[in-house]
């Protein structure tokens, strides 16, 4: 048998180190049987070493524990290797603490086994720590585990399209009904790489985007982004408004990229049809811009020769026996004055578009303008009455025609949208260094949400009723230009069915 080397050369010589150790130590010998029990293991026990040894100190044991002691303890005899055994033992305050027993045999310069010599740690401290730290990584993992489960549940709630994928290789682990109905690759698609799913984005710069959003961390927006994709199988064109963000883990490492969209193609076609149509209209705007441009330059010279001879042929006839001749020149000669202020106002639009129109200002009392405006009026409008109450007399700077075609304007609208027999109020007020011209009718009024675009160039409100009126849409338009540039506001009241009242004002030349 090979010899081994004691650990401790005399047995008195360990007893005085052991006696004096700041440790608990034991010591059993070959038959099992402690022996001698130290200072420290005592003191712990709070019993003597006759109490202990023999039999004695096991009745410390936990009874919990007491079967698995015995059979480890006996154990290491036979092998005669060192052990450890763990167990709780009962402490001189009768509460059972956890302690180690660290057995190491014990052979004397001949070899032969001894016994152990044992050294005890209480470790009832450990232990209760790592109970601690057991039970809060237990709480983590279940706080963990909860809060994976609240994502999961966030992300499969969401009514719009989400993905989760981890790795740089983007292997999908969450993808919400939402985003597989948008992908339109059947519902088997967790575990997979995205590529692999969606191979059609391969030459759209998504896979790139993704990349870097996982190479650098920094989030990719995009907005309307057009996006082919084959859905059941068919390759479509959609619009999507979709984030890549990136996701770390406790370490802060970038582990994912979660993946937020929105189809956003119905909004994209609708607005593509908007685009489309607000394009058509320009363009017919552009053609009547066109048209009026040419045919009031070519309208011009031959209506001016055509006033002339109506205006002679008047003179000449309105004495005239037949009262036929003589009412039918009034009514050429009121219809020539409504097709030249209809030029006119071509014209003026023409010279509004291309920038050219001029304001050609001089000093005129506007109380006798508009008094002049109203008997023009009154006399082609038999069916309504207008009613003007002189205001103080107001002298104005401003263009004595383009001025009086914004009053002719109000007053004409103002009969042709108001029923047979119903009155026209205007009247003029000073305030300040303004002055305040209205005209009110009973008419059918206007809908706020036509007040908002009556002004536009082209502009008619639709309706079976005004369908049958006769009209361009410029007179307003042309007005509020006109009041604008010399300085002035206009602006309407109306309800609808009750009546409008058109206000504008115009500084006052003192
Ligand atoms: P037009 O009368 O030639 O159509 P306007 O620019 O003068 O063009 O008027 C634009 C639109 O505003 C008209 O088509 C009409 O629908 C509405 N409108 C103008 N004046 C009145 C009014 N006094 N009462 C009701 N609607 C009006």
């Given at each position: 048998?090979?010899?081994?080397?004691?650990?401790?050369?005399?047995?008195?010589?360990?007893?005085?180190?052991?006696?004096?150790?700041?440790?608990?130590?034991w010591?059993?010998g070959?038959d099992?049987?402690?022996?001698?029990?130290?200072?420290?293991?005592?003191?712990?026990?709070?019993?003597?070493?006759?109490?202990?040894?023999?039999?004695?100190?096991?009745?410390?044991?936990?009874?919990?524990?007491?079967?698995r002691?015995?059979?480890?303890?006996?154990?290491?005899?036979?092998?005669?290797?060192?052990?450890?055994?763990?167990?709780?033992?009962?402490?001189?305050?009768?509460?059972?603490?956890?302690?180690v027993?660290?057995?190491?045999?014990?052979?004397?310069?001949e070899?032969?086994f001894?016994?152990?010599?044992?050294?005890?740690?209480?470790?009832q401290?450990?232990?209760?720590?790592?109970?601690?730290?057991?039970?809060?990584?237990?709480?983590?993992?279940?706080?963990?585990?909860?809060?994976?489960?609240?994502?999961?549940?966030?992300?499969?709630?969401?009514p719009?399209?989400i993905?989760?994928?981890?790795?740089?290789?983007?292997?999908?682990?969450?993808?919400?009904?939402?985003?597989?109905?948008?992908?339109?690759?059947?519902s088997?698609?967790?575990?997979?790489?995205?590529?692999?799913?969606l191979?059609?984005?391969?030459?759209?710069?998504?896979?790139?985007?993704?990349?870097?959003?996982?190479?650098?961390?920094?989030?990719?927006?995009?907005?309307?982004?057009?996006?082919?994709?084959?859905v059941?199988?068919?390759?479509?064109?959609?619009f999507?408004?979709?984030?890549?963000?990136?996701?770390?883990?406790?370490?802060?490492?970038?582990?994912?990229?979660?993946?937020?969209?929105?189809?956003?193609?119905?909004l994209?076609?609708?607005?593509?049809?908007?685009?489309?149509?607000?394009?058509?209209?320009?363009?017919?705007?552009?053609?009547?811009?066109?048209?009026?441009?040419?045919?009031?330059h070519?309208?011009?010279?031959?209506?001016t020769?055509?006033?002339?001879?109506?205006?002679?042929?008047?003179?000449?006839?309105?004495?005239?026996?037949?009262?036929?001749?003589?009412?039918?020149?009034?009514?050429a000669?009121?219809?020539?004055?409504?097709?030249?202020?209809?030029?006119h106002?071509?014209?003026?639009?023409s010279?509004?578009?291309?920038?050219?129109?001029?304001?050609?200002?001089e000093?005129?009392?506007?109380?006798?303008?508009?008094?002049?405006?109203?008997?023009?009026?009154?006399?082609?409008?038999?069916?309504?009455?207008?009613?003007?109450?002189?205001?103080?007399?107001?002298?104005?700077?401003?263009?004595?025609?383009?001025?009086?075609?914004?009053?002719?304007?109000?007053?004409?609208?103002?009969?042709?949208?108001s029923?047979?027999?119903?009155?026209?109020?205007?009247?003029?007020?000073r305030?300040?260094d303004?002055?305040?011209?209205?005209?009110?009718?009973?008419?059918m009024?206007?809908?706020?949400?036509?007040?908002?675009?009556?002004?536009?160039?082209?502009y008619?409100?639709?309706?079976?009723?005004?369908?049958?009126?006769?009209g361009?849409?410029?007179?307003?338009?042309?007005s509020?230009?006109?009041?604008?540039?010399?300085g002035?506001?206009?602006w309407?009241?109306?309800?609808?069915?009750i009546?409008?009242?058109?206000?504008?004002?115009?500084?006052?030349a003192?």
């Amino acid at each position: 048998m090979k010899k081994r080397q004691p650990l401790i050369s005399s047995e008195s010589q360990f007893v005085a180190m052991a006696a004096q150790a700041p440790a608990m130590v034991w010591v059993s010998g070959p038959d099992k049987v402690p022996v001698y029990f130290n200072e420290g293991w005592l003191a712990f026990r709070g019993r003597t070493l006759q109490d202990e040894v023999g039999n004695g100190w096991f009745e410390g044991m936990h009874p919990q524990d007491a079967d698995r002691f015995l059979n480890e303890y006996s154990l290491s005899f036979k092998s005669r290797q060192e052990f450890k055994i763990r167990c709780r033992i009962e402490k001189h305050d009768k509460e059972f603490r956890w302690v180690v027993h660290h057995g190491v045999p014990q052979f004397n310069e001949e070899g032969d086994f001894l016994g152990y010599a044992v050294s005890c740690m209480d470790v009832q401290e450990l232990f209760m720590l790592n109970n601690e730290l057991e039970e809060t990584i237990l709480e983590r993992t279940l706080d963990l585990a909860e809060s994976e489960h609240r994502l999961r549940t966030i992300v499969e709630s969401a009514p719009f399209p989400i993905g989760v994928y981890e790795g740089r290789e983007m292997r999908i682990v969450m993808a919400n009904k939402s985003i597989i109905e948008v992908w339109g690759k059947g519902s088997n698609i967790v575990g997979k790489r995205y590529r692999e799913v969606l191979p059609e984005l391969e030459s759209q710069g998504i896979y790139e985007q993704l990349d870097r959003v996982y190479m650098t961390g920094e989030p990719y927006h995009a907005r309307n982004q057009q996006i082919d994709l084959v859905v059941d199988g068919q390759m479509g064109s959609f619009f999507f408004n979709y984030s890549f963000t990136p996701i770390y883990d406790t370490n802060g490492h970038i582990y994912g990229v979660i993946n937020t969209a929105a189809d956003v193609t119905d909004l994209q076609t609708a607005l593509q049809k908007i685009e489309k149509s607000q394009e058509e209209l320009r363009q017919i705007d552009q053609q009547k811009d066109d048209f009026i441009g040419i045919a009031s330059h070519e309208l011009k010279t031959p209506l001016t020769t055509l006033t002339g001879i109506v205006q002679l042929l008047h003179r000449k006839l309105q004495d005239s026996p037949d009262p036929f001749i003589s009412g039918a020149m009034i009514r050429a000669n009121n219809q020539i004055k409504k097709m030249i202020s209809l030029i006119h106002s071509f014209l003026n639009i023409s010279r509004l578009e291309s920038g050219t129109i001029v304001i050609e200002s001089e000093r005129f009392s506007i109380n006798k303008l508009i008094k002049e405006m109203v008997e023009e009026i009154q006399m082609t409008s038999p069916y309504h009455d207008i009613i003007y109450s002189d205001c103080e007399p107001v002298t104005v700077y401003a263009d004595h025609e383009k001025i009086g075609s914004v009053i002719s304007n109000l007053l004409s609208n103002a009969v042709k949208y108001s029923p047979r027999g119903k009155n026209i109020e205007v009247k003029c007020v000073r305030s300040g260094d303004m002055l305040l011209t209205s005209v009110a009718d009973e008419g059918m009024g206007i809908k706020p949400e036509d007040v908002e675009k009556i002004f536009d160039r082209y502009y008619r409100v639709e309706s079976d009723h005004t369908r049958s009126i006769s009209g361009f849409g410029i007179g307003l338009y042309l007005s509020a230009e006109i009041v604008k540039r010399h300085g002035g506001r206009i602006w309407l009241e109306s309800e609808k069915g009750i009546g409008s009242t058109f206000y504008f004002t115009l500084p006052v030349a003192d």
